[in-house]
């Protein structure tokens, strides 16, 4: 093709897979794939060489990954990650900043999928979680909040993943890097919403992490310290929630009412003396916006808590 036929080409395409995202975005996943796959056929015809080209391509292939992952598809979408990557890998990722975000993007996507399967393929999920920390570091030329923040969720998805194995070597692991997601987005939480999602995860897998450790412990070895970070954990995530609750954002209420059947199962158990303070604070309407202590979710966790305190 010459050079005019080949823009039109591309422009054909990127309408194609504009039309397959709008529908994806709508939750119609399987009639955007025609559009990813027409779009693909299309991109297949220009030179691949030319990495602005070689990047529209793998695009082809990461959106069909990610609608046959959505589903269910796992093996068709792990193929199509396999060659997504291999025309990623392949660009010169230190002269746009597009195509690290993009390859780290795509390993992290990899990754959930390999993590989703039955049984999962958890060492293989780790390794494309590591590859995608490793490229998000040599990142120079991305916008450093920008690149933060993905490094915080690939960092927050690999403590998912390492705590699935459940063993004290990958609980360790796990709660090294979900301690890396919090460092750097602590600063951010209260206003910035992705970020508090980011911690707010992290935190929902320390405490699997600390609640694991406690049910394992025998009478009278649990250590104050197990007790405060798990309490500390509770405690600094409801806070979170509660304000942005106070703003209007109330996207975190399924990951609140976990934290807040953590916090109250811990302090009833080891420290029953707080308990009640635990959910005066909680619960306080002077705190918390009254749309979030009515919610379902809250509710059901506040009855959950007061049954468990009336057992014998």
């Known amino acids: 093709m010459d050079p005019q036929e080949i823009e039109a080409t591309d422009a054909r395409a990127s309408l194609l897979m504009k039309e397959g995202i709008r529908l994806m975005q709508s939750d119609n996943d399987a009639e955007a794939l025609p559009y990813f796959d027409r779009a693909l056929e299309l991109r297949r015809l220009l030179p691949a060489e030319v990495p602005r080209y070689a990047y529209g391509l793998s695009a082809c292939w990461l959106n069909r990954a990610e609608a046959l992952s959505r589903l269910g598809s796992h093996a068709q979408a792990l193929h199509a990650y396999r060659e997504a990557l291999a025309l990623l890998r392949t660009l010169p990722l230190g002269e746009d900043a597009r195509f690290s975000k993009r390859l780290a993007i795509a390993l992290q996507n990899r990754a959930l999928v390999l993590a989703a399967q039955n049984p999962p393929a958890v060492a293989d999920a780790i390794a494309a979680l590591a590859e995608a920390i490793s490229v998000l570091h040599s990142a120079e030329a991305m916008d450093a909040t920008e690149r933060g923040y993905l490094?915080?969720?690939?960092?927050?998805?690999?403590?998912?993943?390492?705590?699935?194995?459940?063993?004290?070597?990958?609980?360790?692991?796990?709660?090294?890097?979900?301690?890396?997601?919090?460092?750097?987005?602590?600063?951010?939480?209260?206003?910035?919403?992705?970020?508090?999602?980011?911690?707010?995860?992290a935190r929902h897998v320390l405490c699997h992490i600390v609640a694991r450790r406690l049910s394992l412990q025998a009478k009278?070895?649990?250590?104050?310290?197990?007790?405060?970070?798990?309490?500390?954990?509770?405690?600094?995530?409801?806070?979170?929630v509660r304000d942005w609750e106070r703003r209007g954002v109330d996207r975190f209420r399924?990951?609140?009412?976990?934290?807040?059947?953590?916090?109250?199962?811990?302090?009833?158990?080891?420290?029953p003396h707080f308990l009640e303070e635990f959910l005066?604070?909680?619960?306080?309407?002077?705190q918390s916006a009254l749309s979030y202590l009515?919610?379902?979710?809250?509710?059901?966790?506040?009855?959950?808590i007061e049954a468990n305190r009336r057992k014998p």
């Open 151 to 201: 490094l915080a969720v690939v960092w927050m998805n690999l403590a998912n993943t390492q705590a699935s194995e459940a063993s004290i070597a990958s609980d360790l692991a796990a709660r090294e890097s979900a301690r890396r997601t919090l460092g750097l987005v602590k600063a951010r939480e209260h206003e910035d919403a992705a970020a508090a999602e980011a911690g707010l995860k």
């Open 254 to 271: 399924n990951l609140a009412s976990d934290l807040f059947r953590f916090g109250g199962r811990v302090y009833a158990h080891y420290q």
């Open 294 to 304: 009515q919610c379902r979710e809250m509710q059901d966790a506040a009855r959950e």
């Open 280 to 286: 005066s604070e909680q619960l306080d309407p002077e």
């Open 220 to 240: 009278g070895e649990t250590t104050l310290a197990d007790v405060t970070e798990a309490t500390d954990l509770a405690d600094e995530g409801l806070a979170l």
